[in-house]
């Protein structure tokens, strides 16, 4: 940072003298309760929520057999994780009414499994789609589709179109809207992040990004209730201290971080903890739960009056 503050003291600084360049911290919007949102992370940026009688379930990414989150925990990658069969045969089993598979880019470490996942739910007799930017869908993913035996207007949200900034898309009770992400990409088409409806709960899942200041903007647009942020810092994303400051923006009342101790270049297992302590001194007002790979927990998510 200028004049030689660590990050830190940069945004402590700016806080309190309240400079110009750096957004004004959004006021979230009035409460009206609290809602449990079942959660369960696989590592790196990939989890899954779920209504709590996991009737509606939306995965955002999709690595989870080859997904290397759990080594740096030294947690053994539970059964139902470790092939897309044994998942297939593990989702089945929990009868869902829909499961939607929210695509925010097309690198391996969030897109790795997704065309052995998408045929191997089919298979199993889930009622499952899947969405992403739309240029994506259609045009840049269009041939690995077809290898994998998947009609895109079938599988895809909207008739095959997916969803574009700003977009709208929704299966089952879920309802799916599209957001920028800073990112690049293997293909060229845009990064995105998600808000997501489920359960009566919004959910502000942010793929990998960099903070930026229209963050602010998706809190007054959307008004999230819970952020998922990418945290790991290092070559590709925004670090824990950078994630707690988007916390503020976003003006969330609960945040879980992902994103770390899935490869050497990012953060290791500490990320979480560095994450939470960091929301406690930049946005005291949002609550952090910390998961371990393959932990499934209930989160009781404060939701605002809309």
């Known amino acids: 940072m ?54 509606q379930i939306a995965l955002v990414d999709a690595w989870i057999w080859n997904n290397t989150g759990f080594t740096a925990f030294n947690i053994e990658k539970p059964a139902e994780l470790s092939s897309a069969s044994a998942y297939a045969a593990h989702l089945r089993a929990r009868n869902p009414d829909a499961v939607a598979v929210a695509l925010t880019h097309d690198h391996g470490d969030h897109m790795g499994d997704y065309f052995e996942l998408l045929p191997a739910l089919v298979a199993a007799g889930i009622n499952v789609k899947t969405v992403g930017q739309s240029d994506l869908m259609r045009v840049g993913l269009v041939p690995k589709f077809k290898a994998a035996n998947l009609d895109t207007a079938a599988i895809v949200m909207n008739g095959g179109a997916g969803i574009n900034m700003g977009g709208t898309a929704t299966h089952g009770a879920m309802r799916f809207e599209l957001v920028p992400a800073v990112h690049s990409t293997a293909s060229g088409f845009p990064a995105a992040g998600f808000i997501i409806d489920i359960a009566g709960v919004r959910v502000y899942a942010s793929g990998d990004t960099d903070l930026y200041g229209d963050m602010s903007l998706i809190a007054t647009r959307y008004t999230p209730d819970l952020a998922v942020l990418c945290t790991g810092n290092g070559a590709f994303t925004m670090g824990p201290q950078d994630a707690a400051y988007a916390c503020k923006l976003l003006g969330v009342r609960a945040a879980v971080p992902v994103h770390y101790a899935h490869n050497p270049l990012v953060v290791g297992p500490q990320c979480g903890e560095l994450f939470a302590a960091a929301v406690a001194a930049v946005a005291p007002a949002t609550a952090v739960t910390v998961l371990r790979p393959g932990q499934a927990t209930t989160l009781q998510v404060p939701t605002a009056a809309r």
């Open 2 to 55: 200028s004049d030689g503050l660590s990050r830190g003291e940069f945004f402590a600084a700016t806080t309190a003298a309240g400079a110009a360049s750096i957004a004004s911290p959004v006021i979230a919007a009035p409460a009206s309760g609290t809602k449990p949102l079942a959660m369960r992370w696989y590592g790196g940026g990939v989890y899954e929520l779920a209504s709590p009688d996991h009737k």
